[in-house]
């Protein structure tokens, strides 16, 4: 069984960094794509960062030469990497892995897309 799993979150002061893991606890996932969102009190939640097992990562926008994720290792653990966070990052950061490789672009960035979630991990830029 997936079980997705962050950690790493916290509160952090614009401008440092801050690391948040994302693990299969189940030790089952042999998919194909990990990913980040974040959502924050009365928003839809948002697209950050993804990565298949092959290609390049996805980003959104916001995050491009700020946040990385890193490649999906061998036990299947993920990590965003958030350099220089601002107020505006703060949310609940989540998790969520898709089994199959996408097959349109316009999928990385959609909830609906990845079937495992995890509970999330709470992210906190003071200014």
């Known amino acids: 069984q997936v079980r997705l799993v962050e950690s790493g979150g916290g509160l952090v002061q614009a401008g440092d960094s801050l690391k948040l893991s994302c693990v299969d606890s189940g030790a089952s996932f042999s998919g194909y794509v990990m990913a980040w969102f974040r959502q924050s009190p009365g928003k839809e939640r948002e697209f950050v960062a993804a990565r298949g097992r092959a290609g390049s990562p996805y980003y959104t926008d916001s995050v491009k030469g700020r946040f990385t994720i890193s490649n999906i290792n061998a036990k299947n653990t993920v990590y965003l990497q958030m350099n220089n966070p601002q107020p505006e990052d703060t949310a609940d950061y989540y998790c969520?892995?898709?089994?199959?490789?996408?097959?349109?672009?316009?999928?990385?960035?959609?909830?609906?897309?990845?079937?495992?979630w995890g509970q999330g991990t709470q992210v906190t830029v003071s200014s």
């Open positions: 969520a892995a898709r089994d199959d490789p996408f097959t349109s672009a316009n999928e990385w960035s959609r909830p609906w897309a990845y079937r495992y």
